[in-house]
Each structure stands twice: as C-alpha cells, then as structure tokens.
C-alpha cells in the first residue's frame, strides 16, 4: 500500500471561520466566567431565589474557621478549595467562583468582562449565521456535513471503532463526525446565542416570546451556562481525536485545506468546499 495522497476538504471559508470562531469562543467562555463571578449563583424562572439556587460557587468557613471554596448544586456541596470558590491570586487566597487564569481579563472586573464579551458576540454570531446559511445552501457543503444513508446504518459500527481508537482517513467524514458536527452547529451553537439573547432587556422588549421559550430569564442563564459547558466537553474531546489521530494531518485540512487519505488503493473524489 502507498503512503495515500493529499485531497482538498476544505476551502478558505470554512478555514478562517474555524480559527475566528475559536478565537471567539475562548474570549467569550472567558469573558462570560468573569461576567458570573460578580454573581456566581445560578436559577430556573424569572427571579433570583436568593435562598435556592439552582447552583452557587462560593467561599464559606469550614468547622474549623479556616476558609474553604465549595459548589452547591442541587443541596449538595462539594469541596473545592483551591481551583473553585477559592484560589490563588499573587500569592494570596481570593474569593472568587473561577480562578483569575481561567477569566478575561484576570481581575476581578465586570465593566471590562462585558466589554469583551459582546465585543466577541458581535463577531461570533453574525460569522455563525452566515456559516449556517452556507452550509444549508451549498450542495458541496450539505454533502461533506450530512449523514449518507449508509453511513446512518454504520453508525454503530463507527462508535464501536472510534471507541476502540481506530480511524479511517478517508477523504469524507465518517457518520459519526457528521451527526456530532450537526448537533453542535445547528444545536448548541444557536441555543448559545439565542439564550444569551434573552437575558439581554433590549431584546426581550423586541422578542418577548424568547423569555416563553427558555422559561425566564435566569432559567435562560442557567442553560446559557449549561451550553457554554457543553461546548467546553466538545473542544475537550475534538481536541483528544485530532491528537490521537493524526494531528499533523488534521491540521494541515485546516490550514492548507488538503487532508492525506489512507492509501491510493481506491479513487478519492476532490471535495471543493468553500
């Protein structure tokens, strides 16, 4: 078998959009941790329910008077002193929900954490709507980000094999990546923005039912949270699969646009995608 040969799977488009969104996403994951610090509790419906919140991130004095950092979730309460609630910061324990390395910018600072995060928003969502709509249009694309009819059925198959860690480097995704990429671009991305809509007043006097949608706007927080979490566990896992199989190759499809299949045994087709 020969060593394989380079096929284009993505173009220009797609490429830059994959490095400005990640951009995007790391100052808005970080400007918005900065942004629940000044108000690290969490709630379902329209109100604060100061007394019961949904999830808390705080700093109490433990039996033995010393401070300590904990998590409340659902009654519950975890420990975790040192990286949540409490941590370092030059040298010294400080009360916050996450720790200054994990927030833009490091200080505590509200007014600047907001800036950067609608900043980030306002590049974001326009650039996702447009990638959206591309998707939809483009034939090329549908094919390249759609499940085939055989592979729906191999689907099984496919967990089974990646859960295994072995990949096939084919010039098409396989069904798996297809129905991930799926709900994460026409799922969890627009939950994303659409609930980070609906805690904004401006846009709940101009659409009111999205406060009916994702019941009120702290439970509209709350998921908003809960996607931006979701969103982490995909970069988390993404990033694992282009290590283990084949980081060099991965990146080169996402910087060149050119992606080495396994072997020229068998025709590839050139997929052009913008």
């Known amino acids: 078998m020969r060593r394989g040969r380079l096929v284009r799977r993505h ?26 610090n000044a108000h690290p509790s969490l709630y379902w419906g329209n109100d604060s329910t100061f ?17 300590m950092g904990i998590v409340r979730i659902a009654g519950y309460r975890i420990d975790t002193t040192g990286v949540l609630g409490l941590s370092r910061h030059n040298g010294e324990l400080d009360q916050r929900a996450f720790p200054s390395w994990a ?33 939809l249009i483009s ?33 098409d995704y396989n069904g798996l990546q297809k129905l991930t990429y799926l709900l994460v671009l026409f ?15 401006t846009m709940n006097a101009a659409w009111p039912w999205l406060l009916d949608v994702f019941g009120g706007r702290q439970s509209a927080r709350t998921l908003h949270f809960i996607f ?14 282009v290590l283990i199989s084949g980081v060099r190759n991965n990146l080169r499809s996402m910087i060149t646009g050119r992606y080495r299949i396994g072997s020229d045994t068998a025709p590839a087709k050139d997929n052009r995608h913008a």
Not at 110 to 121: K, P, S, V
Not at 143 to 158: K, Y
Not at 190 to 198: A, E, N, S, W
């Open 51 to 67: 007394d019961a919140p949904a999830l808390q991130i705080t700093a109490v004095r433990g039996d033995d008077g010393a401070p």
């Open 228 to 241: 931006a979490f979701a969103l982490v566990a995909f970069f988390v896992i993404h990033l694992v699969l």
């Open 139 to 171: 034939p090329t694309r549908r094919r390249l980000i759609w499940p085939t009819a055989a592979q729906w059925r191999a689907l099984p198959a496919t967990i089974a094999h990646h859960a295994r860690l072995k990949f096939d480097h084919g010039a």
């Open 11 to 36: 173009g220009l488009f797609t490429r830059v959009w994959h490095w400005v969104n990640l951009a995007c996403l790391v100052i808005l994951l970080m400007s918005g941790l900065q942004i629940f």
């Open 103 to 135: 927030t833009l910018p490091g200080p505590q600072w509200l007014a600047m954490g907001r800036y950067w995060h609608f900043a980030a928003a306002w590049i974001f969502g326009p650039l996702l709507l447009a990638y959206l709509a591309y998707t």
């Open 187 to 201: 799922g969890l991305l627009p939950l994303m923005v659409l609930t980070g809509l609906t805690m904004s007043p």
